[in-house]
């Protein structure tokens, strides 16, 4: 990425989109929108000032919304270029209310709230997709449950998790821990301003509240319509309180999750949604599962799957290691239902089909391993392009000319062209580039003999 | 002419980068601190020194300051070291009397909570960062011409989509293969799945297009026997039917592929009854004996165990495209697939292995530690979902062998001077960032020579790999920074050639000279890893901007 954005052969078009191409193969006509940033992007140097003090806090996509953000952001800390963004929709100055503290704290005065999308052309000789792919979203999975036991989470949303700068500090927090814990945290803060409110009447009356108020539930200061409020304010905070003793309880006995299932084929090899293997998820299960070990290494994992396909350069030896040294489980069986025992804890129940019989086991947490789903607008993106897509909606290639899509001139590599892992994506980018690379030569050659 | 010690004037630049250094170290002890530094004659604080203002600070002082050496403490070189080093030029000072301090990554962040003992860690990293400084000595970056020639070793699928890539762009391509004919282990199958091609045309159609291609100069039934140079100047001799070809080139493209292991001693195999996988692509391609019935495959024969640990990727889809042809052509033929997992991934052959379902294929899984038994006729076979011995008729059985490594790949290894792994196939300069480099630059790699792949991941590779090699020839020449090894005590070295057989970039050789053998370092192949330098006894070898002296400077600022 770093590569990219100082490579003085590339120019860098971020936060834009292509609207239009005409032409063919050697001689494109491309029209690209640059939307607004709000920001110059020749004066933000990223230092990030200006989201440390923005007001409106928004979920955080990047974080697969287990974080929080602001109206001002970059999309993660080393994004390229660090060039940061308002987000227009949650702005408050943009949708007309007071505010401008990010154009007021920012020394490099790259704010402009008056930017407009920018719309230009270019002339190129050939074109490259690369738009990826989407994570599937298995809340279309009934009998999974997403969203409806909290403890069950996306491959991709463990992995923040499990990262240092994501949303737990790459701690194993369970999403019904945090929720809990956020739930204390806002009883807390409730319980200092009442408080507050409590110790000035305590410092008016000279007594504690607690000894106030057993006197008045035993009948005394009847009339006082003073210390009738003082009453009514120690119960609304013992509301507050109470509830907070015992969620507080409750959160002492809370641990890391170490107790992890792995489910594979979420969404692929599945009819109802994408028949296809995604290919790589068998293996970011396994990574997963040994990352969480080192972090824990009192952490279990089964790994429920049809078949594991650990099928690149060292992948059969790394699902070894994790077996021998990471406590990974290899379950073979395809998970039927998942329902929420005691504790928030997730239940997997299955058929274990080495030793046919129907299980049922408690977890701690449980990972999705989710399909590699095509990009949302890949499809207008192949209108735009004019070229075509697979029955899946991958751009459409054949196995001897991997990387060349129906139209002359116009490539493909990594995700958009078929489910693959960064080596191959790699690996493929490199053959795109030459495949690019061989018209835009010719090119040359017919102009100079067009000159000669 | 030594620079005198009073000569030297240090410009420090303190980068509050915003409150990301600032807000957590007191930048004004810093500032007074680095005042009274040996050689510091100028010292400024910047709230972004990498932004235009700051850029433009540095350059003012160099000239207006007569600064000879400028230190930055800020961010990590990773990030900004060109950017300042570049500056530095623009404003007339050699690029490498620069030096950069990390007072952010390894410290205000890392220390977010303890000002003052993060301020005193920034002030040993400033000091030792400008005693360093003061023994920096100016560099040049080399420039080396590239011989705009590319090598493809190994005329296979591979091999031949690389040459023809490079030679599309109108790079000129010698095409060494072993073989009479190009094709590698393509000649030896059927079809292809999952069009279901005859492998033959594909064959005859690449062929065509190498041999017809002006730009490819191709060898047959020759060896690639010496290879001597760096990158962009390889001086390479190849043994052809008509003598020792001696040719200059600039880039090698490694498309050696893969052969099929042989499963002597498993399985009853005898190449009859009980084939390999390769061997059944023969009997389908000549037309299979209507009397063969029953068919019983067997997976991960000779992979996935103890020997030979890794998963051969290829076999399944191999095991399911013929299992298929065989209900092709025998329609009544009970076809069973006995594994242990089904490597069909991706979409293609997750659909072929559907289909094959749909068309009749059985598949049965078995556990490795109660592996099927071939008999005479049958096959037994634990039937895990049964729960019992079944007994599968057998009138061949099919066993899907690995592909494995070259037998001569330690041979080629030690010609390029590039590594193999613990299975023999070609390792690549990383993992998942450089999988069709090597790490010697000038070397390329594609195809089952690095790990078993099927014809759309060999034709992937194969351009990619053209893609890479196409960088130094379409540049004409490779320019390399100047923080390399050098031979700077040349009477010191004794020409023991330790450091060359430590070199893992092939940078070094040992030469005959008139004061004796003497370490040579080919600066273009040179990294400047320092692994040279630090393994010679006799202290001749040293890196550039990395000296010992400077070094010392810096621990001894450290200490005191």
Redo the contacts between chains.
Sequence with gaps: M?DVG?HPNIELLAYSEVEKVEGEAGDFKVTIRRKARYVEDDKC?G???CA?KCPTVVSDAFNEGLGERRAIYSYFAQGIPSTHTIDADHCRQLNGKKCGICAKTC??EAINFDQEDRVLELDVAGIIIAAGYDVFDPSLIPEYRYREIANVVTAIEFERLLSASGPTGGHMDRPSDRAVEAEIAGLEKKAEKSQKALSKLEEKFNEPSDQFYKKYQAGEYKDDEDRKKWADKYAAHLAVTEPLEVLKKKAEAFTVAKRLAFIQCVGS?DFRFY???S?YCCMHSIKEAIISHEHEPETTSSIFGM???????????YK?RGGNNSNITYV?GRVAEITEGPDNNPVVIYED??E?KVKRQEFDMVVLATACAPTKGIAELAKTLGVEL?K?N?IKT??????DSTTPGIFVCGCAE???D???S??????A???A??IA?QTD?EKEKAVA | MPEKKEDIRIGVFLCH????IAGYLNMEELEEFSKKLPHVTFVMRN??T??EGGINEIKKGIKEQNLTRVVVASCTP??HE??FRSSCGEAGLNPYLFEMVNIRDQCSWVHMKEQEDATNKAKDLIRMGVAKSALLEPQESIMSEVQVRALVIGGGIAGMTSAL?LA???FEVVLVEREETLGGLLNNLNK?G??M?EASE?VEEKTRAVTGHSNITLFTNAKVTEVQGFIGKYNVDIETESGVKKIDIGVIVLATGGRAFVPEGLYNYDGKHVVTQLEMEKLLKDGLEPDIRNVVMIQCVGS?NQER???S?ICCQTAVKNAMLIREQNPDAKVSILYR???????????MF?DSKAKGVRYI?Y?PANPPEVEPDKVRVYH??L?RDMDLPADLVVLSTPLVSQEDAGATSRLLRVPV?ENG?FLEAH??????DFATDGIFLCGSA??PA????A???G??????A?IPLSKGSVVVEPIISVLADEDACRGCGLCVALCPYGALEVQKTEKGRKVHVIDVACKGCGVCAATCYQHALSINSFTDKQIEAQIEAFLN
Excluded at chain 1, 398 to 403: A, K
């Design positions: 770093l100082r140097t230092c990030g000032a440390e020394q490099a090899r028949p296809f293997c290919g078949d594991i396909r650990a099928v690149g350069k060292g992948f059969e030896e070894i073979r089909t080495r046919r697979d899946y991958f054949s196995s001897l000319s991997p990387v078929s489910p693959m960064v080596p191959e790699v690996a493929q980018a490199s053959s580039a030459e495949r690379a061989e030569f050659l | 980068c915003g409150s990301n709230l972004y990498c932004s990773r990030t060109p950017l890539a599309n762009r109108g292809l999952p069009t091609m594909l996935r640990p890794y998963c990727r997992d089904m490597q069909m991934y991706g979409v293609e052959n997750e659909e559907r899984n556990d895990a979902l729960g792994d196939f993992v998942k960032l450089k999988p069709l690095h790990f099927n014809i759309r991941e034709v992937a590779q351009l990619g790999a053209a893609s890479r196409s």
